[in-house]
């Protein structure tokens, strides 16, 4: 079982960017397909984006197909999501997972997981 730790979110204006980073340990976490979910305040925890294990293809949550982009570093064990033209509803707990199904179906593995605000 892969063991993931999730870094990169913080305060930030809408329209504003942020870079999440989730470090994966393990040698099996390269042939794993990824993915990162979120979980606002009061909601379900949701799919927002994945890539599979050879860097492509990507999927998206069509709320933010255009402003995010999900990438990963092999050489680094790293899934990155850049998130830009942040929007308050963007606001959640971002987590990253590797799936258990493409696209969307995650592993029920997480991680501690980082706090992502957007202010209006």
């Known amino acids: 079982q892969v063991q993931l730790v999730e870094s990169g979110g913080g305060l930030v204006q809408a329209g504003g960017s942020l870079r999440l980073s989730c470090a994966a340990s393990?040698?099996?976490?390269?042939?794993?397909?990824m993915g990162w979910f979120r979980q606002a305040p009061g909601k379900e925890r949701e799919f927002v984006a994945s890539i599979a294990w050879s860097g492509a293809p990507t999927y998206y949550v069509d709320s933010v197909k255009g402003r995010f982009t999900i990438s990963r570093d092999d050489a680094k064990n790293t899934v990155y999501l850049q998130m830009n033209s942040l929007k308050p509803e963007d606001t959640a707990v971002y987590y990253c997972?590797?799936?258990?199904?493409?696209?969307?179906?995650?592993?029920?593995?997480w991680g501690q997981g980082t706090q992502v605000t957007v202010s209006s």
């Open positions: 997972t590797q799936l258990r199904e493409w696209p969307n179906q995650d592993s029920g593995s």
């Open positions: 393990g040698r099996a976490y390269r042939f794993y397909n």
